[in-house]
């Protein structure tokens, strides 16, 4: 059972992205509030099955780490129309892991030890091969371009803050769901009116990415309890096969085309991305 509750993360985190792919007529601006949306909804349901006490510390940076979230969310969007979710997703993925251990290393002194140091720099390198490799692309006009990496490096520094905010304070997780939740769709709504795009919270497609807000927030839910269940090492890894249901799922559920060669390396960079997770 602990199996199957730490398996809902991965599931609902692998599949958002694919349901984002398959609306039509969907753009960045229309995924975004559609998930912030559907997430807020989300965040307010638990926070009626399950009430929780908190002040306005915890709430305010709560609430602030979901904006960073939207930070994110905001730059795989964009990279999933410019270059594909089965080669936006290992990428996101990959500078996720890479940024969560180098923070959790350097500043919550999670490595004390030198076996520590050189297990996590394999780790590590093992991870930025695997995501070399699911990057790799024969079509000139398909490869990627450095703005698309440096897009997905900088909206990842959301990500990174949002990860590991709940390391930095003392408070239940449950706790930090609803705020984080509501930041979520408050840094979407603050991305329409940036970007000018208030437009688009009347085009059918926003109200249908909604479905995809209801994936990522059950996901973010029941990762909080998969950590109590199964310890937070053991959550954390199983919540990284996402990477494998959504890079496959767009090549062959959305239909995104790779050449044979192409396959096999996307093949063997997610297993060496999952090995990389699963021995830091």
Known sequence: MNILIALIPALGWGIFSLIAGKIKNSHPANELMGLGTGALIIGIITAIIHPTSSNITIFSLSLIS?????????????SMRNIGISKTMPLSTGFQLIGNTLIGAIIFGE???????LIGTLALILIIVGVSL????????????????ILLLFTSIGYWIYSSFPKAITADAQTLFLPQMIGIFIGSIIFLLVS???KVLKEKATWLNIFSGFSFGIAAFAYIFSAQL????????????CVIISTLGGIFFIGENKTKSELIATFVGLILIIIGAAIQ
Do not use: E, H, P
């Not at 939207?70 to 964009?78: D, K, P, R, V, Y």
């Open 111 to 117: 490595w004390t030890s030198s076996s520590q140091y």
């Open 66 to 78: 979901g904006m960073f979230c939207a930070l994110g969310q905001s730059g795989q969007f964009i």
């Open 134 to 149: 699911t990057a790799i692309s024969k079509d000139k006009s398909a490869k990627l371009k450095m703005r698309d990496i």
């Open 230 to 241: 199964n310890g937070v090492i053991t959550a954390f890894i199983y919540s990284q096969l």
């Open 196 to 198: 000018c795009q208030t």
